[in-house]
């Protein structure tokens, strides 16, 4: 079983920084990718970057693109987000996961319900 410390998120201005972090203990082995998701309510909960854990390949969803930085430390079992520029559109409750256990691909890597260990969820709030 894996446990998941999740910590940063909190208020700021629009253009302001944030920075969240993830934590993982227990059963750590055989992570193939891990991720970053954001959810609104009333929305579906939605890939914001994720990475491969072997390679460090790592991609963004579309908002994220020049603004976020996404990194892991193997060694720590620690995932990171780095968010500048943000804006209030980047609004909502930040989850860090992780896959285990399994082979990830193309198809898992951006799908919430491939992953299999999750963070608590931290609230980022950006006003105007």
């Known amino acids: 079983q894996v446990q998941v410390a999740e910590s940063g998120g909190g208020s700021v201005q629009a253009g302001g920084s944030l920075r969240l972090s993830c934590v993982f203990s227990g059963y750590t082995y055989n992570s193939n990718c891990m991720g970053w998701f954001r959810q609104i309510p009333g929305k579906e909960r939605e890939g914001v970057a994720v990475?491969?854990?072997?390679?460090?390949?790592?991609y963004y969803g579309d908002s994220a693109k020049g603004r976020f930085t996404i990194s892991r430390d193997n060694l720590r079992n620690r995932l990171d987000l780095q968010m500048n520029n943000l804006n209030p559109e980047d609004t909502g409750i930040y989850y860090c996961?992780?896959?285990?256990?399994?082979?990830?691909?193309?198809?898992?890597?951006?799908?919430?319900?491939?992953?299999?260990?999750w963070g608590q969820g931290t609230q980022v709030t950006v006003s105007s």
């Open positions: 996961a992780a896959r285990y256990g399994r082979m990830c691909g193309a198809a898992d890597i951006w799908t919430p319900g491939r992953y299999n260990a």
């Open positions: 990475i491969y854990t072997g390679s460090g390949e790592s």
